[in-house]
């Protein structure tokens, strides 16, 4: 069975600062991992993933991710914090493409201060 | 232009009633979802069709009852509403196992 871990369910940066939302994953197969943004009352919409192509992954909005097999992690980095970027933000794993099912990790937010 | 829309946006009830969540995507995907986020954001997948075919069920209480009419729609029908059905229902959608798109939210509130 697949889980994800999203260490710290609250995060407060300062505008400008960088971003770090940790994120360890645990699969029996390759996984395919995602990292999906969501603002208040709205949807889920996805920052980017990682399907076993290159380890580090960049999204939208100038965040990337760098899948590390060895630490089963999949943490999400912004180098510069926008007060735009305080949201929900959801780590998600699947089996590596072979099922549909998505788990998501608990979530964690995002604050960010002025 | 929206890629999966549902109706409606919000949902209040009476606890015994039944009502349906009402999802479509203009994405041409072959693949539906419904998830649950809890008052913990917590979001767990309930339902899956690929191609009008039921392919996830996670033991979710039979009250509840997923029908896909078409490829394009996934509705979500529940029996007997309880308290702790009070949730946002999401509805996603994907072409076989890519990136999963998800709707905005249908917040359902039984009193």
């Known amino acids: 069975a697949q889980s994800v871990t999203q260490l710290g369910s609250h995060v407060s940066v300062s505008e400008g600062a960088l971003v770090l939302l940790r994120c360890n994953y645990s699969?029996?197969?390759?996984?395919?991992l995602f990292w999906y943004v969501q603002y208040p009352n709205q949807g889920l919409q996805l920052l980017l993933k990682?399907?076993?192509?290159?380890?580090l992954v960049k999204g939208i909005n100038g965040f990337e991710a760098e899948f590390k097999k060895s630490e089963t992690s999949f943490h999400l980095t912004k180098p510069s914090a926008h007060m735009s970027d305080a949201a929900e933000y959801f780590c998600?794993?699947?089996?590596?493409?072979?099922?549909?099912?998505?788990?998501f990790g608990k979530g964690t937010l995002l604050t960010v201060n002025p | 232009d929206t890629a999966v829309s549902q109706t409606p946006k919000y949902l209040v009830t009476q606890m015994g009633n039944d009502k349906s969540i009402k999802c479509e995507q203009n994405?041409?995907?072959?693949?539906m979802y419904w998830y649950k986020q809890d008052s913990k954001k917590f979001l767990k997948i309930m339902f899956s069709?690929?191609?009008?075919?039921?392919?996830i069920n996670e033991t979710v209480p039979n009250r509840f009852s997923p029908k896909s009419p078409d490829k394009a729609h996934l509705n979500l029908h529940i029996n007997s509403l309880e308290l702790g059905d009070s949730a946002v229902y999401f509805c996603?959608?994907?072409?076989?196992?890519?990136?999963?798109?998800f709707g905005p939210g249908t917040r359902l509130t039984v009193l």
């Open positions: 996603a959608s994907s072409q076989e196992l890519d990136t999963q798109y």
């Open positions: 699969s029996s197969v390759p996984p395919y």
């Open positions: 990682y399907t076993s192509a290159a380890t």
């Open positions: 998600a794993v699947s089996d590596g493409g072979s099922n549909y099912k998505l788990t």
């Open positions: 994405l041409g995907h072959d693949t």
């Open positions: 069709y690929n191609n009008k075919e039921l392919i």
